[in-house]
């Protein structure tokens, strides 16, 4: 593909990596591409299935890498999230993607209520995922342009954020777990809509 290899010893990737448990290997990328809201529905214009993540205030790495990954494995069509208070789209999160950061659209906005005023506007359904709703995921139906909402791994969705929402879903929980980590959230949510969306294809 064109890439430069160069071998060093074990000491040098230390000091590239840092604290970083880099297993023999670091790779350097130019960075992620961050597209804009309104640049990506422009490119999406012509598609009625659409998928989307919002995440408001995921700001651990590891978290963030772990959604790219689930997100590109459920086939989301794009990741929004704000320029502040969002886990930066470095090394940590790359490596917990597995490389999904470049497998996903990363759409980055300055200011997320209007970015979901914007997403309404373009024909989006919001859902905000809240373990206080009444209402569960559970055979919530993947067609057309669906958004789903997320908040911070201890605050969940700011409440200003949560009043753009058209609905709020909830994960069912029988046991004594109040809540899930928002990634494994995240994951369980996706692949219910994976689900639904495979069981309805067979009805039909």
């Known amino acids: 593909n064109g890439s430069v290899i160069m071998y060093v010893d074990r000491r040098s990737l230390d000091r590239m990596s840092g604290a970083a448990n880099h297993q023999g290997v670091i790779l ?26 919002v995440l408001d205030g995921v700001q651990d790495p590891g978290n963030l890498g772990a959604i790219f990954r689930s997100a590109a494995a459920a086939r989301v069509d794009g990741i929004v999230f704000p320029k502040k208070g969002t886990a930066p789209l470095g090394s940590t999160a790359m490596k917990t993607s597995a490389g999904a950061l470049t497998a996903v659209d990363a759409i980055q906005v300055t200011n997320l209520r209007a970015a979901l005023s914007e997403l309404k506007k373009d024909g989006f359904f919001v859902l905000g995922l809240s373990e206080k709703a ?34 709020l879903i909830s994960i069912p929980m029988t046991g ?11 994951a369980v949510v996706l692949y219910e809509l994976v689900r639904f969306q495979i069981t309805a294809g067979h009805e039909e």
């Open 28 to 53: 350097r990328t130019s960075p992620v591409e961050r597209l804009t809201l309104p640049g990506w529905i422009k490119k999406t214009k012509q598609t009625s299935n659409l998928l989307v993540l």
């Open 176 to 186: 004594p777990a109040g809540s899930l980590n928002v990634s494994a959230a995240v």
């Open 134 to 167: 009444e209402k569960s995921i559970i055979n919530t139906e993947r067609r057309g342009r669906l958004a789903i909402v997320v908040g911070s791994e201890d605050k969940g969705i700011r409440p200003v954020n949560r009043k753009e929402c058209d609905d």
